[in-house]
């Protein structure tokens, strides 16, 4: 089996040092040491992440969380982008507060997916699986409808759905995009719809910021 020499020091974000000796890279991989790494990662993703969505200045300035929005919001937004731009604005700015409202509710979700990560996952991290597809395989749809009814409460409490159906009244587009003959958008489908947009940018962030750092803590393992 192919083995590898750690020359370096590898550093946690305990700041503890840990060095080791020449070991098998799946042997290395799927200690004690290796699991420990990458829950690390996940867990500094985490937080990253966490603290985007605290800040509305900094959740409005993500472009990963913009990348997450999802098809049927965008056709949306590009319709009131010509009708009513500012209420697009104020869209993004309340899905913004939404964002923040969700924080502690997502959390300790991802923190408990992280902690229960094991060998297993691990080899697939190793295999070439990222961390954060597996983090997100193993919580987003119990994201989605963790947060959902959080995003619903923010976004009526600010009569947004009201506010887009009375700008959209009158048009054939909500009809052809929602299907049937509905001409107005439901304050659920919104708020479903915004909620899978808050739970993507999150896992874009996390994996952007473990493509930022798997070569540094993952190198040793070979990926």
Known sequence: MKKYIIAAAL???TGAVITTTVQSCTTLATSDMGLSIIKRMLLNGIDKGMGIYGSKE???Q????????PKELRDINSVLEKIAPSLVAKERDYIAQAAAYTVNTSRPIL???VNSLN????TR???GTTATQILKEKTSQQLIAAIAPKVDEKLNEYGIVKT???ALSGSNFLGSLLGGNSNTVNAGGLSQLASEQLVNGLFNIIE???HQNSKSLLGPFGK
């Open 11 to 13: 550093i946690i974000g």
């Open 58 to 60: 900094a959740f409005l």
């Open 62 to 69: 993500n472009n990963m969380v913009d990348k997450a929005l």
């Open 111 to 113: 923190q408990g997916a």
């Open 119 to 122: 060998a297993q996952d691990v």
């Open 125 to 127: 991290i190793i295999q």
């Open 164 to 166: 887009i159906n009375t």
């Open 208 to 210: 952007d910021y473990e």
